[in-house]
């Protein structure tokens, strides 16, 4: 099993529309909890990280905890086009210093049509 | 932001031939770099942790006579995939986080290796 499972896609949706991505995980070491997104051919960019459950919003984007069920989801409002990319979650265990591990899921493709 | 460049973003080489990739930080000091792999359609799969002026902690499954790892300054990594392979085609992707600072990663935009 996976430590980190991320539902492939891909995900179309029409502009507007409420996006939900998703992840478990295995590990209940991990703490620290982040989405990236990543357009094609370019490096990733973190767009959100929590490290207790709950929710946290920013802006159109609001990311939701559950360790008590191991799973994660970023939710997207009002979806652009220029939302459309690949999102992963990525998690690490233990306290977040910069020599930590990010653990990466798969991945979820996300296509926003206009 | 924190800026991360990647040099050379495209490469194509021969097989049989070194390929040096270069992840450097712009506008701060990172004591650790992060390499990473990701195959199409695929998540990233870290292959070694770079810290500068010592040597690199790979992954297991990781050559480290393959993927050479050098951290010879505060803003500078290189990956050179030694005797590349076909199957060594990939788009490699290098992070780094600030010496002092929240932890926060920051990417390359990565280098998409093509080996003939």
């Known amino acids: 099993q996976k430590e980190v499972e991320q539902d492939p896609g891909p995900l179309s949706v029409p502009e507007g529309a409420i996006v939900s991505l998703n992840c478990t995980y295995s590990n209940s070491a991990f703490q620290y909890f982040m989405w990236y997104r990543q357009y094609s051919r370019k490096g990733p960019e973190l767009l959100m990280y929590?490290?207790?459950?709950g929710n946290k919003e920013d802006g159109r984007f609001t990311a939701q905890v559950d360790k008590s069920s191991k799973y994660i989801s970023l939710f997207i409002r009002d979806s652009q086009p220029s939302d459309s990319a690949t999102y992963l979650c990525?998690?690490?265990?233990?306290?977040?210093?910069?020599?930590?591990?990010?653990?990466f899921g798969s991945g979820t493709r996300l296509s926003i049509r206009p | 932001g924190a800026v991360v460049s990647q040099h050379p973003s495209r490469v194509i080489c021969k097989s049989g031939t070194s390929v040096k990739i270069e992840c450097r930080s712009l506008?701060?000091?990172?004591?650790?770099m992060f390499w990473y792999r990701q195959f199409p359609k695929k998540s990233l799969m870290l292959m070694a942790t770079?810290?500068?002026?010592?040597?690199?902690?790979?992954e297991q499954g990781v050559e480290k006579d393959k993927f050479l790892i050098n951290h010879a300054s505060l803003t500078l990594s290189t990956l050179t995939v030694t005797s590349a392979h076909p199957e060594d085609s990939s788009f490699y992707i290098c992070?780094?986080?600030?010496?002092?600072?929240?932890?926060?990663?920051?990417f390359g935009e990565g280098s998409r290796l093509t080996v003939l």
């Open positions: 770079s810290n500068e002026g010592s040597k690199a902690t790979y």
């Open positions: 929590t490290y207790s459950s």
């Open positions: 992070s780094a986080s600030k010496a002092s600072g929240t932890g926060e990663l920051f």
């Open positions: 506008d701060f000091q990172a004591t650790t």
């Open positions: 990525a998690m690490i265990g233990g306290v977040y210093s910069s020599a930590s591990k990010i653990i």
